[in-house]
C-alpha cells in the first residue's frame, strides 16, 4: 500500500528532484529518506532518484553528480536487511550504462525525525513516504490525572471520544510537525526541496472514516481477543495509537507559521482497493501494512503471543468492512522549497 501511494505521486518527486538539480547543478547531491523503513521500496525510491538526475544530466551533455544518499528510521528499524541489498541495487544501476554506474554513497541515519538529524545545510532533496502522520508519542493530554485514558472504547479519535481526545491529538501533530519543520530547515540548503508523502483527512472533522476505521478496527480485534480471554480489557482501555491524519488546512498553518519552506505543490490523491496480487486479500494486505508499524507498540503493550491471531481478526473484518462499503483513505503530498 505505501509502495502503490508513493508511485501514484512518483511523476511529482521525479519532477521536485529535477527542478532542484537544474537550477543549482550540485556537484554532490544529497538526498535523504526519511522512515525509509527495510522493505523493498527503501532502495527503489532511490534508484529512481539517481536514474532521474543521471537522465537530465545526460540530456545537457553533462557529467551527472555524485550522490549521497542518507537512509533515516528510528533505531529499532532493521537497517542491516536494507544495507544487505545495497551490493543488487549497485549492480542494477551499473546495468545498461556503458560509462560505468553512478558514484553513489549511501549511510544509515538512525533517530527520529522530530528533531535533527544532520549536519548543517547539508540537504539537496528530503524524500519521506507514509512516515509523517506517526506522530513522537501518543498525545499526553488524553490521559486524566490518574493516567488513565480518557479515550475508552477507542484507541485513536472515534465518534465516542471526548473533545478533549482530539484536541490532545492535533496538539500533539502541531509540536511534532513544526519540530520537523525547524530541523529541516536547518539542514537543507536554499533552494533545496523535500517532498512529504502522507495519510490526511479530507475535512476539519476530526473522525475521518478513510482513516478512523483502520484504529476502529484494530479496537474491534482487540476487543473480540478481550472476548476470547487473550486480552486484558484494562490493557485495551489503555492503549491508543500515536497516528494523527492532519488536513490540509492544519498543514498548511503549521508550514506558513513556521516560515522556512514555500509550498510549491499540494496534491490529494486516493489509493484503489485492488491489491495487485489475487493470492492476498485487501484487508490480508491492510492487515499487513498495520502489522508493520504497530507490531511493536501492540508487543509491548499486550505481549509478541497475540500478534498472529490479532491480526487475522483484523484482515478478515476489513474484507467484512469493505463488502460492505468501499472506504477509501486519502494521501496528500507536498512539494516544499527552502527560502
Ligand atoms: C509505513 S513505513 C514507510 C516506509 C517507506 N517510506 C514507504 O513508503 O514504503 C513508516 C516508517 O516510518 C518510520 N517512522 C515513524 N516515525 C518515525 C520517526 N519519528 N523518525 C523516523 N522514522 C519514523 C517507521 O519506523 C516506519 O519504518
Known amino acids: 500500500m505505501a509502495k502503490k501511494a508513493a508511485d501514484k505521486v512518483n511523476h511529482i518527486t521525479q519532477e ?4 532542484m538539480f537544474l537550477e543549482s547543478k550540485p556537484m554532490s547531491l544529497c538526498i535523504a529518506d526519511l522512515g525509509c523503513s527495510s522493505g523493498p521500496n527503501s532502495l527503489s525510491n532511490i534508484k529512481e532518484l539517481v536514474n532521474a538526475i543521471e537522465r537530465e544530466s545526460r540530456k545537457l551533455f553533462e557529467r551527472a553528480p555524485e550522490f549521497r544518499v542518507y537512509l533515516n528510521d ?8 536494507i544495507f544487505q ?15 560505468g554506474s553512478p558514484s553513489i554513497y549511501i549511510a544509515g541515519y538512525p533517530g527520529t525525525f522530530y528533531g535533527r538529524l544532520f549536519p548543517d545545510k547539508c540537504l539537496h532533496f528530503i524524500y519521506s513516504s507514509n512516515s509523517l502522520h506517526w506522530l513522537s508519542r501518543v498525545p499526553p493530554g488524553i490521559y486524566n490525572e490518574q493516567g488513565d485514558s480518557t479515550n475508552r472504547k477507542s484507541i485513536y479519535i472515534s465518534e465516542n471520544s471526548p473533545p478533549k481526545v482530539a484536541q490532545a491529538y492535533f496538539e500533539q501533530f502541531k509540536q511534532d510537525f513544526s519540530l520537523f519543520l525547524q530541523s ?6 536554499v533552494g533545496g526541496r523535500m517532498v512529504l508523502i502522507l495519510l490526511g483527512r479530507n475535512g476539519p472533522n476530526y473522525v475521518d472514516r478513510g482513516t478512523a476505521f ?6 474491534r480485534s482487540l476487543a473480540i481477543l478481550v472476548s476470547k480471554g487473550e486480552v486484558e480489557e484494562e490493557k485495551l482501555d ?3 495509537v500515536h497516528f494523527y491524519a492532519p488536513s490540509k488546512e492544519e498543514l498548511e498553518d503549521e508550514i506558513r507559521k513556521e516560515g522556512s519552506f514555500k509550498l510549491d505543490r499540494f496534491e490529494m490523491f486516493e489509493i484503489e482497493k485492488d491489491t495487485g496480487n489475487s493470492s492476498t486479500s485487501y484487508g490480508r494486505a491492510v492487515a499487513m501494512t498495520v502489522r508493520s508499524i504497530q507490531e511493536s507498540m501492540i508487543s509491548h503493550h499486550f505481549g509478541e503471543a497475540i500478534l498472529d491471531n490479532l491480526f487475522e481478526e483484523y484482515g478478515r473484518l476489513v474484507d467484512e468492512e469493505m463488502a460492505k462499503e468501499d472506504i477509501r483513505s486519502i494521501s496528500f503530498v507536498l512539494v516544499l522549497q527552502k527560502l
Do not use: C, M, Q
Open 238 to 240: 489503555s492503549y491508543e
Open 214 to 219: 483502520l484504529w476502529e478496527i484494530l479496537y
Open 184 to 189: 529541516r530547515s536547518d539542514e537543507v540548503v
Open 74 to 81: 528510528l533505531p529499532t528499524n532493521d537497517f542491516n536487511t
Open 85 to 99: 541489498a545495497l551490493p543488487d541495487l549497485y549492480r542494477e544501476l551499473k546495468k545498461g550504462r556503458n560509462h
Open 16 to 19: 521536485a528532484i529535477k527542478e
